[in-house]
T-cell receptor, first 115, second 116 residues
């Protein structure tokens, strides 16, 4: 069965410093992995996705993530945090085979960006 | 292109009542999924509909049900409401075709249900 674990429930950084949000996954087959962001009182927006192509995935707003099979990790990074990055971030694995709508979410990491 | 539309955005019910939430997917999308988001349990998958058929189901009691219409619009219903059903209910749509192409899910802004 698939699962994801987000290693930090809360991360605080200063504006302009790097961001690292950590995610480990468990999957019995080659996974599809995603990072979603949720701003307050909003729905979720896809940041990036890994679908067994390049292991370094670039997303929107300067975010990227690297798929490391040996470490079963899919950490999200950004070189320089912006105030607008403050939000809840979810690491997600697709449950089931093929392109289905069943996603398994991590518990989320709240990113705080200090001025 | 209009995004995923959920109605109502906010609603308050009392225990024992039932509620119906609606979701209009992005035009052309055939898959609609529903998720429950609570502070304690996080985001949990409820069910997915594709071409009017339930394709996947999460671990929720039978009080939670859904359906999809021929125009891909979907509704979910919760009967005999309990206090613990208070949550943000999110709908997501995608093309939904099976196969190796793993498409993006597009989420609505949710329906926030409060059960008193």
């Amino acid at each position: 069965a698939q699962s994801v674990t987000q290693l930090d429930s809360h991360v605080s950084v200063s504006e302009g410093t790097p961001v690292l949000l950590r995610c480990n996954y468990s999957s019995s087959y080659s996974p599809s992995l995603f990072w979603y962001v949720q701003h307050p009182n909003k729905g979720l927006q896809l940041l990036l996705k890994y679908t067994s192509a390049a292991t370094l995935v670039k997303g929107i707003n300067g975010f990227e993530a690297e798929f490391k099979k040996s470490e079963t990790s899919f950490h999200l990074t950004k070189p320089s945090a912006h105030m607008s990055d403050a939000a809840e971030y979810f690491c997600v694995v697709r449950g089931g085979s093929g392109n289905t709508g069943k996603l398994i979410f991590g518990q989320g990491t709240t990113l705080q960006v200090k001025p | 292109k209009a995004g995923v539309t959920q109605t109502p955005r906010y609603l308050i019910k009392t225990r024992g009542q039932q509620v119906t939430l609606s979701c209009s997917p992005i035009s052309g999308h055939r898959s609609v999924s529903w998720y429950q988001q609570t502070p304690g349990q996080g985001l949990q998958f409820l069910f997915e509909y594709f071409s009017e058929t339930q394709r996947n189901k999460g671990n929720f009691p039978g009080r939670f049900s859904g359906r999809q219409f021929s125009n891909s619009r979907s509704e979910m219903n919760v009967s005999t409401l309990e206090l613990g059903d208070s949550a943000l209910y999110l709908c997501a749509s995608s093309g939904g075709d099976r196969g190796p192409n793993t498409g993006e899910l597009f989420f609505g802004e949710g329906s926030r249900l409060t059960v008193l």
